[in-house]
């Protein structure tokens, strides 16, 4: 069966540090993996994806994350937090062949000034 | 370029009564898939629609959920007689073809 870990409920960071959210997954075959922020009372906004190619992906914001496939993970980071960064991550998965996002259960992200 | 839109943003509906929530997609988009999320929880696959067509409805519960995408006008999901379980948060998303998908702001459901 499809599944997403978001290991975290909260990841509390001060602005300028670098940031780390964790996810792992499991997928039959090939997996396509994404990120996504949720803000208070709104819909989900896209960072970024991996679905093949280069292990580290570049996406919005200055977020990026590392396929790591024998890990079975993708960690999302960011080198330098900013207070605007606090909101709701969502790691998601799906498999080559299939059509819906599993999603894990989020992790929110606490930015200190 | 609108993104995903949906409506009600916010509804209100007594135990017994029907709700409906319209989505509609991106420009060009013929693909839809609806999720809900629960308070505390992650986003749980509902319903996946082409144009008149149900592809994948396996997360949908098996009784007095329906969702309909017709050739013209917005993806409709319905929830008949609902209950104070089906308080949720309803978000559509919608994608050119089965890949990346974009997400709507959302049908926050409350039953009183």
């Known amino acids: 069966a499809q599944s997403v870990a978001q290991p975290e409920d909260q990841v509390n960071v001060a602005e300028g540090n670098p940031l780390t959210v964790k996810c792992t997954y499991s997928?039959?075959?090939?997996?396509?993996l994404f990120w996504y922020v949720q803000y208070p009372n709104r819909g989900l906004q896209f960072l970024l994806k991996y679905i093949t190619g280069d292990n580290l992906v570049k996406g919005s914001y200055g977020f990026e994350a590392e396929f790591n496939k024998s890990q079975t993970s993708f960690h999302l980071k960011k080198p330098s937090a900013l207070v605007s960064d606090s909101a709701l991550y969502f790691c998601a998965v799906r498999s080559e062949a299939g059509t819906a996002l599993i999603f894990g259960k989020g992790t929110t992200l606490s930015v200190s000034s | 370029n609108a993104g995903v839109m949906q409506n009600p943003r916010h509804l209100v509906r007594r135990r017994g009564q029907e709700a409906r929530l319209r989505c509609s997609p991106m420009k060009g988009h013929s693909h839809v898939y609806w999720y809900r999320q629960l308070p505390e929880e992650g986003l749980k696959f509902m319903v996946y629609l082409q144009k008149e067509n149900i592809i994948d409805e396996s997360g949908m519960p098996k009784e007095r959920f329906s969702a309909e995408f017709p050739k013209e006008g917005p993806s409709i999901l319905r929830i008949q007689q609902v209950v104070r379980g089906d308080s949720a948060a309803y978000f559509c998303?919608?994608?050119?073809?089965?890949?990346?998908?974009?997400f709507g702001p959302g049908t926050r459901l409350t039953v009183l």
């Open positions: 997928v039959s075959g090939n997996p396509y």
């Open positions: 998303a919608s994608s050119p073809q089965s890949n990346e998908q974009f």
